[in-house]
């Protein structure tokens, strides 16, 4: 089975733009999450969707938002974009929702100047 | 407030030694502990698990530890490679609950020859 992929691999914007991830899970997954990864905090939950539907949601402001689609692949969007936006995004998928076990993609690195 | 922690970001070990890797949490309604695995540039990797039932599970030069009276999982390895460089997230979860992974912000471990 193919594994979770991410696109684009690195990304680099100014501030004040938008961007747009995307993450296709792992065939059969139906529930993707999305993590922040900085240097400083670690990995931080941003959200988890199930069945097209957000099904948890961390405390990252409105700027940051996501959606799922029918064949479970996620997008995830980040308006108005800080400098401190600057992360390794990473999506992971699971055969459910609460599953234990995630399953990682390689990431995005967003680099906000 | 973070629930899982590991306190030590980084340890360095000689090739052939044990690694032992830290982490604790908070909330005693977390069932289930994963360790993940994150070299530079990947997304992290699934390494091993342990359900609260349990207090030890071993998967060839790796074992956890679950003390759940301290709220303390520790990961070994025996015998340290180089290869085993990397950073250690400990993740914890409610399964089956509509909760997510929660992670730990990880330690660099780094295997000298």
């Known amino acids: 089975k193919a594994g979770v992929t991410q696109t684009p691999r690195y990304l680099i914007k100014t501030r004040g733009q938008q961007v747009t991830l995307s993450c296709s899970p792992i065939?059969?997954?139906?529930?993707v999450s999305w993590y922040q990864q900085t240097p400083g905090q670690g990995l931080q939950f941003l959200f988890e969707?199930?069945?097209?539907?957000?099904?948890n949601k961390g405390n990252f402001p409105g700027r940051f938002s996501g959606r799922q689609f029918s064949n479970s692949r996620s997008e995830m969007n980040v308006s108005t974009l800080e400098l401190g936006d600057s992360a390794l995004y990473l999506c992971?998928?699971?055969?459910?929702?609460?599953?234990?076990?995630?399953?990682f993609g390689p990431g995005t690195r967003l680099l906000v100047l | 407030d973070q629930q899982v922690k590991q306190n030590s970001p980084s340890l360095s070990v000689q090739e052939g030694r044990i690694s032992i890797l830290n982490c604790d949490y908070t909330n005693s309604m977390f069932d289930y502990f994963l360790w993940y695995k994150k070299y530079p540039a990947e997304g992290p990797t699934f390494l091993i698990s342990i359900s609260s039932i349990k207090d030890k599970n071993e998967d060839g030069r790796f074992t956890v530890f679950l003390n759940k009276s301290a709220k303390h999982l520790s990961l070994h390895i025996v015998p340290s490679q180089p290869g085993d460089s990397a950073v250690y997230f400990c993740?914890?979860?409610?399964?089956?609950?509509?909760?997510?992974?929660?992670f730990g912000k990880g330690t660099k471990l780094t295997v000298n020859p």
């Open positions: 065939s059969g997954h139906r529930s």
């Open positions: 993740a914890a979860i409610m399964v089956g609950g509509s909760e997510k992974l929660v």
């Open positions: 969707y199930f069945s097209e539907t957000q099904r």
């Open positions: 992971a998928s699971s055969l459910e929702t609460g599953q234990e076990t995630q399953y």
